[in-house]
């Protein structure tokens, strides 16, 4: 079965230092892979996808991933957090085929510190 | 494009009452996902539907709720009766077949007192 897991429920970093948030997944096959952000009061926003080629893709608001197949992971990463990232941020595994269901992770909480 | 748009925003109903929430997915997308947020269980997948038919609705929680989407920019969904355990964010998202890239509406806090 697919799952994910997100293993820091809280992270906590100070403005301008770099950011990497886990992500591990379990699926039988090449995944297609999300990263959302959920400010306080709002929806999910995408950040940013993998579903094939480069395994190192690049989202928005300055945000990358990486995709390591060997372990799993998806994890996402930012060179320099800025206090409006703080929020809590999901990792999403989908299937490739019709069902176009996603699994989400339990989410990370991001506080940044001035 | 005003995206993923939900009613109402926010609900507050007494334990007993019928609770009726809205989604108007964006235009040209055939794929609705209805979701529960809270913070004991996450974001889970109640309902999907393609082409305006029900998929999976495997992570509906009882008999107490259902979900329909009588044509393509429109979808509800239903708890009644209503218990306090349903006070949640319920969130609408929607995609274009073949994408599997998913846009979310703002989501409807629901309270039941």
């Known amino acids: 079965a697919q799952s994910v897991t997100q293993p820091d429920i809280h992270i906590t970093v100070s403005e301008g230092a770099s950011l990497e948030l886990r992500c591990n997944y379990s699926?039988?096959?090449?995944?297609?892979l999300f990263w959302y952000v959920q400010s306080p009061g709002q929806g999910l926003q995408l950040l940013l996808k993998?579903?094939?080629?480069?395994?190192l893709v690049q989202g928005i608001k300055g945000f990358e991933a990486e995709f390591k197949r060997s372990q799993s992971s998806f994890n996402l990463r930012k060179p320099s957090v800025h206090w409006s990232d703080a929020a809590e941020y999901f990792c999403?595994?989908?299937?490739?085929?019709?069902?176009?269901?996603?699994?989400f992770g339990s989410g990370t909480r991001l506080l940044v510190r001035p | 494009d005003a995206g993923v748009i939900q009613s109402p925003r926010h609900e507050v109903t007494e334990m007993g009452q019928e609770v009726t929430l809205r989604c108007k997915p964006i235009?040209?997308?055939?794929?609705l996902f209805w979701y529960r947020q809270t913070m004991m269980r996450g974001l889970e997948l109640l309902i999907y539907?393609?082409?305006?038919?029900?998929?999976?609705d495997s992570g509906m929680p009882e008999d107490r709720f259902s979900a329909k989407m009588p044509n393509a920019s429109f979808s509800t969904l239903k708890i009644q009766p209503s218990e306090p355990r349903d006070s949640a964010v319920y969130f609408c998202?929607?995609?274009?077949?073949?994408?599997?890239?998913?846009?979310f509406g703002p989501g409807t806090r629901l309270t039941v007192l």
């Open positions: 998202a929607s995609t274009r077949l073949g994408s599997n890239e998913q846009f």
């Open positions: 699926y039988g096959a090449t995944p297609y």
């Open positions: 993998y579903f094939s080629g480069d395994t």
């Open positions: 999403a595994v989908g299937r490739m085929d019709s069902s176009y269901k996603l699994i």
């Open positions: 235009s040209g997308h055939n794929s």
């Open positions: 539907f393609n082409n305006n038919v029900p998929i999976d």
